[in-house]
């Protein structure tokens, strides 16, 4: 069965960072993804990276202050946020789609930017 577990969300003042992890068990994956979403808005792209070559893509909001990377050792994906703006605040949900495609998601955890 496959779990992806999210860790590293929580409430941070403007400028500071923080760093999100997702571990996940039970596949092999192939590509893996960071999305937010506020209320009442669609889920939106991140960052993501592939497993082969490590190609990376960024939302322009966020190239140049976050940062995706894969632990490969460990299946964990890492998103390191710095320069965190009130406009980051959102629930972070890790993606992952096995070489099946299969998509998978985390249960979503809470970042939170404000002084």
């Known amino acids: 069965q496959v779990q992806l577990v999210e860790s590293g969300g929580g409430l941070v003042q403007p400028g500071e960072s923080l760093r999100l992890s997702c571990a996940a068990t039970?596949?092999?994956?192939?590509?893996y993804a960071w999305y937010r979403q506020t209320p009442g808005k669609e889920r939106e792209l991140v960052a993501s990276?592939?497993?082969?070559?490590?190609?990376?893509n960024y939302a322009e909001s966020v190239k140049g202050r976050f940062t995706i990377s894969r632990d490969s050792a460990k299946n964990t994906v890492i998103l390191q946020m710095n320069n965190l703006k009130p406009e980051d605040t959102a629930v972070y949900y890790c993606?992952?789609?096995?070489?099946?495609?299969?998509?998978?998601w985390g249960q979503g955890t809470q970042v939170t930017v404000s002084s």
């Open positions: 039970g596949s092999i994956f192939s590509f």
């Open positions: 990276i592939t497993s082969v070559g490590a190609i990376t």
């Open positions: 993606y992952e789609r096995d070489l099946r495609n299969n998509p998978y």
